[in-house]
């Protein structure tokens, strides 16, 4: 049955509707985020459609014979009922449904829903988890739930004392009505004999794959929970044309370790091919934080899965050797020439933290040397800073200590440097010192060799960065040099404004160390946005480092870089910048991990919405199809590249300035937050 808005409601249909959802009508707040299609619709249109989709588990059996059935419930997010066969309310709703089991002996699942996938490049047959199929049989018990019965029946051997688990994706098509296709997981546990549940596999929450993953989709976006994809995830299944494993572990290391594993590196690609022959080669793939950072998935504390310390106290040769795919555990070689032909003794070694850093532990195996807990620390403060008219010379001071509070001399430092730019507006000058001149006792002053603009207006601001060279592990054979960086800091001083203005806070560091953990580059000299936005300002580029016969210069403004690079392979076209040492990077095959679309997933106080604030610069892009970019134009082109975007932007500027807040300013029909609105 089609559904239209159009369309005038049947006097009954129409009636029931009202009548069963009273709740809607004169429900004040939308369940929807302006971040969802959803949200835009009128309430009239949603209390029709009902977009969205909740899918629950209510209870689960399995008989004598092995009949395994299931009674759940579609709902809506508000909780009233949806109708499986689309008729009274818009939208079939797909469900797909897998049963496991969690040996007792055993750890990980093993599906009784299988399937047999032939490889049409190797022959070879493989026994996979996958979906109850031929579909089992359906029937409707209340409004809105139903019982499910699988084909597929458990085995004669089947242990009742044992967790056993239902997994359900579904999906809801409301195309119609341009909210695409809604998805929904859920996982129910239960032991057959009436136990309540002792054994259960959580070792990661999905919560922290949607640190980056905002939010988790694979298979076409159906598969939304860390709980279901294990179900079928596990060591049962493989891929018979590339004969790699998909467990769980084993695929997901090595999928985040990607141009990493050694495997790799020698030359050898990582690829599974999945579903109608699709290859996924992963070979490219760079995680974002420090791959030793095991705590970016493992997490701990108050989010932590009930066994994220599995990692710490269970190693085994598959887990290990995902990254370590260059270890042999059957001959040693890689392995300090130890053979291991079981798991039974890794612990031994492997102990969740030893000593040293550094040892064979698995903290002390996974230890970044520049954040080595030996490390003394390099610590400051900008503490003033005086002569900060038009035309002076303005003098800095700060301290600088190490964690234990011990003094550090800047000329103990191995670099030491003051930055400072202006105004606070939009940066447009900057300006780096070596500041390990700076005289005093404690605290340090340091005069600028650089003057103010004599027409410098506004806001001010001046930034700390540096390290100094530590050895580590002195007089063995892992003695290393290490910085030992400091964390940014940036204080900011009026030059005409009485009181310092801060330059506005477009993106919280927070957001960015939701997927990179810990922000540090140029060495560690950076860590800190607010400090790294001094130097990549509008007018900013390449030009100092990129060879002459690379040219134009490539603009390194933040807003149109940042756009940019995390656009990566989408942007279609070659995108490098030339840093220190006149190093081409390469950004055009960063593939980033969450939706583009969720502006929110880094900006913070809707700066991404239009009008922008005022005084804002144009950016030089010279190698763009638009060599100057005025403002908002200079973010939406880092993203939107083409010919007829550039061209958009351009017929929509003129001498009074760019019009786009007439059609995407944030009450427009096409706003910024509502033409990237997603369907869920």
Request: net charge neutral; proline share 6%.
């Given at each position: 049955m089609m559904h239209s808005l159009r369309a005038k409601i049947p006097f009954l249909a129409g009636l029931a509707v009202l009548i069963g959802l009273g709740a809607a009508v004169t429900e004040r707040k939308s369940p929807f985020s302006p971040h969802q299609k959803a949200f835009y619709m009128t309430p009239e249109q949603v209390n029709f459609v009902r977009p969205g989709l909740v899918?629950?588990?209510?209870?689960?059996?399995?008989?004598?014979?092995?009949?395994?059935?299931?009674?759940?419930?579609?709902?809506?997010?508000?909780?009233l009922a949806l109708d499986r066969l689309g008729v009274s309310t818009p939208g079939v709703v797909g469900t797909s449904w897998i049963?496991?089991?969690?040996?007792?002996?055993?750890?990980?699942?093993?599906?009784?829903?299988?399937?047999?996938?032939?490889?049409?490049?190797?022959?070879?047959?493989?026994?996979?988890?996958?979906?109850?199929?031929?579909?089992?049989?359906?029937?409707?018990v209340?409004?809105?739930?139903?019982?499910?019965?699988?084909?597929?029946?458990?085995?004669?051997t089947i242990d009742r004392t044992a967790t056993h688990s239902i997994g359900v994706y579904s999906n809801r098509n409301l195309t119609e009505f341009d909210l695409g296709t809604q998805y929904s997981n859920d996982v129910f546990n239960f032991v057959p004999n009436g136990s309540p549940v002792q054994k259960v596999r959580a070792v990661v929450k999905t919560e922290s794959c949607n640190r980056c993953h905002d939010p988790l989709g694979l298979h076409g976006g159906s598969r939304q929970k860390v709980e279901l994809c294990i179900l079928c995830h596990q060591p049962q299944t493989s891929d018979p044309d590339t004969g790699n494993t998909v467990d769980m572990p084993v695929m997901i290391h090595k999928i985040h370790r990607g141009e990493d594993l050694p495997s790799v590196v020698a030359g050898k690609p990582y690829v599974i091919i999945g579903n109608n022959q699709a290859v996924h080669d992963y070979s490219h793939i760079v995680f974002p934080a420090d791959v030793r950072r095991c705590e970016v998935c493992h997490e701990q504390g108050r989010t932590a899965a009930p066994q994220a310390t599995n990692y710490l106290t269970k190693p085994s040769r598959a887990v290990c050797g995902a990254c370590h795919d260059d270890v042999n555990f059957a001959t040693g070689a890689g392995h300090v020439d130890l053979p291991q032909v079981s798991d039974n003794q890794c612990a031994n070694c492997h102990t969740p933290e030893g000593e040293l850093e550094f040892d064979a532990s698995i903290k002390g195996a996974h230890t970044i040397p520049t954040h080595s807990k030996s490390l003394p620390g390099t610590i400051w403060d900008i503490t003033r800073v005086t002569d900060t008219g038009p035309g002076q010379k303005p003098t800095v001071q700060f301290t600088i200590k190490d964690k234990n509070n011990v003094p550090i001399t800047p000329t103990q430092m191995t670099r030491l440097a003051l930055v400072m730019g202006g105004s606070t507006v939009d940066y447009e000058t900057y300006g780096s010192e070596d500041a390990r001149t700076a005289t005093g006792a404690g605290t340090y002053s340091y005069t600028f060799q650089r003057a103010l603009p004599a027409d410098a207006t506004g806001t001010w601001a001046v930034g700390i960065e540096g390290y100094r060279n530590v050895t580590l592990l002195p007089g063995t054979k892992k003695e290393m040099v290490v910085r030992d960086a400091g964390i940014n800091k940036v204080a900011y001083f009026g030059v005409t404004d009485a009181t310092p203005v801060p330059r506005?806070?477009?993106?919280?560091?927070?957001?960015?160390?939701?997927?990179?953990?810990?922000?540090?580059?140029?060495?560690?000299?950076?860590?800190?946005?607010?400090?790294?936005?001094?130097?990549?300002?509008p007018n900013e580029t390449d030009a100092a480092r990129r060879p002459a016969a690379q040219n134009p210069a490539e603009s390194v403004h933040f807003k149109t870089m940042i756009h940019k690079i995390h656009t990566g392979e989408e942007l279609g076209q070659k995108f490098s910048i030339y840093g220190f040492g006149g190093t081409a990077i390469e950004f055009g095959e960063v593939l980033y991990p969450g939706d583009r679309r969720n502006c929110a997933a880094c900006h913070v106080n809707n700066s991404e919405?239009?009008?922008?604030?005022?005084?804002?610069?144009?950016?030089?892009?010279?190698?763009?199809?638009?060599?100057?970019?005025?403002?908002?134009?200079a973010a939406c082109l880092s993203c939107h590249v083409s010919r007829s975007a550039h061209s958009?932007?351009?017929?929509?500027?003129?001498?009074?300035?760019?019009?786009?807040?007439?059609?995407?300013?944030?009450?427009?029909?096409f706003s910024v937050t509502r033409v990237h609105a997603r369907n869920q």
């Open positions: 899918t629950k588990i209510l209870t689960a059996s399995i008989d004598a014979d092995g009949r395994i059935q299931v009674r759940f419930k579609l709902t809506d997010p508000r909780g049963a496991a089991v969690i040996p007792n002996n055993g750890t990980q699942y093993t599906s009784y829903t299988t399937r047999v996938n032939t490889s049409p490049i190797t022959r070879q047959s493989a026994t996979q988890a996958a979906a109850d199929a031929p579909a089992g049989t359906y029937q409707q209340a409004d809105g739930e139903y019982t499910y019965t699988f084909t597929t029946r458990a085995p004669a506005r806070a477009a993106v919280a560091q927070a957001s960015c160390h939701k997927c990179h953990d810990f922000l540090e580059l140029h060495g560690g000299n950076r860590n800190q946005v607010e400090h790294c936005l001094i130097c990549h300002n919405r239009v009008p922008l604030p005022e005084g804002l610069l144009p950016s030089k892009s010279a190698r763009d199809l638009l060599e100057v970019k005025e403002p908002i134009t958009h932007a351009l017929s929509n500027t003129t001498r009074l300035g760019e019009a786009c807040e007439a059609c995407h300013g944030t009450n427009a029909e």
